[in-house]
Each structure stands twice: as C-alpha cells, then as structure tokens.
C-alpha cells in the first residue's frame, strides 16, 4: 500500500512517497514554498500550484498512477488558515487517538482527487487572558502544527517510561512534555532559531559571523555563551561576539558557537516556573547541529534526566511513523 505523506511549514514542503508495509520512503520532493507564500500575497493558489505539481513529479519518478496511491496524508501548517485545508487546533492534553478523532479526510482536484487525511494541529488548553496578569496568564498559551507528528513518530521510536520532554530545535524551538501514557500535555516555543538567524543577518555582527552560522560543535564555546547570557544578559552576551572578534583570536565557528550558547540559555528560561522534577527522560530531535548544541547543554545542567539525541535519519523517520501512527488508528477514508 503506498501513502503520500506531506509535511508543509512555513517555508517549505516535504514530499514523501511511502511503502506503508515496510515503512520505507519509496522517493521525496523538496518544495521550496509554505504558508508564508500565502501570507505574503494574500492567496493560497500558489501553494495549491506547487503541491499538486509535487504530487505529479513524485508520481512520474516513481511510475505511479494517482489509483496507485491509497492516501495522502498531510500535517503541518498545510491544515492552518494559511495552508489548504484549515481545520482548529485541538486542546491538550491530546494522544494519537485525539489527533486521530479530529483529522478530517477529503478530495481535493488540487491532490488528483486522491483522499487526503488533514491532521490538525494542537494548542495548549488554558483559560482566557487575564488582562490583569498579563506575563502569567498569556505564558500559558501555546500552539503547534507539524511538531505533533515529529513527537510520535520519536516516541514509537523511543518509548520509556514516566513522563518525559521533547525538545525539537529549529526556527521555532519547541519543548513538547509528554504524559505517562505518552499524550501531549503541553508545549511551549521559542524563536531561538529565527533569533540566531536574525542576528547574523540583520545586526552588527553579520561582520563577526559567517552565513552558516555553527559549522562544527564547539562544547567549550557553546558553555562559555551560556554562561555569558546566565551572568551579563542576553543582549550584553551578544555584544560579547563583537569583543570577541576584536579582541581575540576565536574563529568565526567558535563566535557562533558562544553565540547559539546564549541563545539557548534563553531558550531554557522558557521552563522556568514549571517543575521539572516528574521528568525522567528528555529525546532532542530537531535539525542539526542545533540538536547537538541543545543536547551538550541538557547534559551540562544536569537535571539528573535521561537524554537521548536522535540522529539525521531517526529525525527523518519520525514524520512518517508518526503519520503512519495516526493514519492506522484512523476508520473509513470515506468522507
């Protein structure tokens, strides 16, 4: 049985053509277009455009007929206001089963006609605002599209006991705690990526840093920007970069690394006010080398957890087993 599996973010879109009975990627396409296509020109036509001529590459390649293919089955930004088919977050706490319950299966001209199975994302249940607590009551809000799939896909992948943290590195770093049944309880993000990206391209210090920012992991630096953030603040530590290149002999990799060091710094006080105590495992998925850099520094704290650091083709599957989790606990493809 071959299933198309789509990932769509913000700025880009994976294609996958998946051999459900093995759980083997048959081909891929790489889409250089997401929802901020959409966003930008007020239309999602461009998106409905590119998608389907994904879909029609993936077939010629692989010699398939749209009759050959059982389902697509699309996550992501795909399913938000901006994507193809909107459908609302679901609240947390939230397994398979909820995700399952609230995917929606439709034909669509722009898919060949093929059934397709909408995943939706998840928001983090809370109250309304309190505009009189303000910093407490908004901290409690969270959402998330795409980085639900990556979770279960990692947890088939890595299953212990007790409850646990997710934490997937990107643009948008996304901390993801997970229950003793493995549900979702919540989430919370960060621009950490989109930060390092700005600053080096954006600031006084695109002169200090090259465009790719972290070549190879430096452990001592990416300790020594941590601690800088920790002790002076964040902006002041990015001040550091500029003194450092003045000033010493460090490379543009090592900057970059007491750089990215910072960063997460900041991105661990997103946890602050939560009690990490009941956390007895934490899996860092996510791109590299940022999930090397994240996973050094869990390890320097050392809150006693048991971390695991995925590898590049571990990361890969988990889209698809998570996909392939939610679509096996799914009924009838019929709308």
Known sequence: MKVILIDSGTTNSRLRLVDSTTYTVIDSEKIRVGVRDSAISGSNQNLKVQLKEGIEKLLMKTKCLPADIYVIVASGMITSNLGIYEIP????????????????????????????????????????????????????????RGEEVESFGLLKQFPHEGKGLIVLPGSHTKFVFVGENKELLYCLSTLGGETLQALQKETILSNSLDSNLIEAIDQK??????????????????????????????????????????????????????????????????ISPLRKAFTHLLTYINQGWKIIEVNDKQVENSVMVGAMEILLNYGSLEE
């Open 221 to 286: 630096m990416l300790t020594f920007g941590f601690e800088a953030a920790k002790q002076y603040g964040l902006t002041r530590s990015f001040y550091h970069i500029r003194l450092l290149d003045l000033f010493t002999k460090c490379n543009s990799n090592q900057r970059a690394n007491y750089l990215t060091g910072s960063v997460i710094f900041n991105d661990f006080q997103a946890l602050s006010g939560i009690d990490l105590n009941e956390i007895k495992w934490v899996i860092v998925g996510g």
């Open 89 to 144: 977050h679901i609240p947390s706490p939230a397994g398979v089963r909820q995700f399952e319950s609230h995917s929606v299966v439709c034909k669509l001209e722009e898919f060949l006609s093929i059934p397709c199975l909408f995943i939706p994302g998840m928001k983090n249940e809370a109250n309304e605002v309190d505009e009189d607590d303000l910093v407490f009551s908004i901290n409690k809000f969270d959402v998330m």
